[in-house]
T-cell receptor, first 117, second 112 residues
Framework: AQSVTQLDSQVPVFEEAPVELRCNYS??????LFWYVQYPNQGLQLLLK??????LVESINGFEAEFNKSQTSFHLRKPSVHISDTAEYFC???????????????FGKGTMLLVSP | DAGVTQSPTHLIKTRGQQVTLRCSPK?????VSWYQQALGQGPQFIFQ???????QRGNFPDRFSGHQFPNYSSELNVNALLLGDSALYLC???????????FGPGTRLTVL
């Protein structure tokens, strides 16, 4: 069984400051890793993903995450946050393989990023 | 191109009732998964449908059942509703054997 731990339930930060949202996972098999963002009263939007290749992945809006296999982590970072980044962020791991075709997601409990002026 | 759509947006039911939620996947997607997101929690996997069959199931009781139609749309049915079933129900779709899932806006179910 797989699990995801997001240690911080809430992260307050000032605008233009850097931020790191932590994510650790446990799994006995190879994994794919995802960060999703959820704005109030909306569904989930994919922010970025790690499937293979470079361990550093980037999103179009300035977020990046690094897959660290030895530490079983996939922390999300942004060097300078905006007010509009205020949202809930979920880390997720996939327990499917390309061979099986049945990809399901196991989510962490989420981290609320609160950006203030 | 419409993304994943879900209906209704909100729903209020009383304990013991039954409810049906609906989902239309993104165009070209044939696999549909359902997740339950309780308040303050991350989404939890309920089950997944492909080729009109339930392929995988999470740790949910038999009161939760589903269906997939030939056009790939899907329904989630919950019988004998409990207060604890109050949650946001999310539908996600993907092409078969593709690891990225695309989520709909969800249906907010309140059980009184």
């Amino acid at each position: 069984a797989q699990s995801v731990t997001q240690l911080d339930s809430q992260v307050p930060v000032f605008e233009e400051a850097p931020v790191e949202l932590r994510c650790n996972y446990s799994s006995s098999v190879s994994v794919y890793l995802f960060w999703y963002v959820q704005y109030p009263n909306q569904g989930l939007q994919l922010l970025l993903k790690y499937l293979s290749g470079s361990t550093l992945v980037e999103s179009i809006n300035g977020f990046e995450a690094e897959f660290n296999k030895s530490q079983t982590s996939f922390h999300l970072r942004k060097p300078s946050v905006h007010i509009s980044d205020t949202a809930e962020y979920f880390c997720a791991v996939s327990d499917g393989s390309m061979d099986s075709g049945y990809s399901t997601l196991t989510f962490g409990k989420g981290t609320m990023l609160l950006v203030s002026p | 191109d419409a993304g994943v759509t879900q209906s209704p947006t909100h729903l209020i039911k009383t304990r013991g009732q039954q409810v049906t939620l609906r989902c239309s996947p993104k165009s070209g997607h044939d696999t549909v998964s359902w997740y339950q997101q309780a308040l303050g929690q991350g989404p939890q996997f309920i089950f997944q449908y492909y080729e009109e069959e339930e392929r995988q199931r999470g740790n949910f009781p038999d009161r939760f059942s589903g269906h997939q139609f030939p056009n790939y749309s899907s329904e989630l049915n919950v019988n004998a509703l409990l207060l604890g079933d109050s949650a946001l129900y999310l539908c996600a779709s993907s092409p078969y054997s593709y690891n990225e899932q695309f989520f709909g806006p969800g249906t907010r179910l309140t059980v009184l």
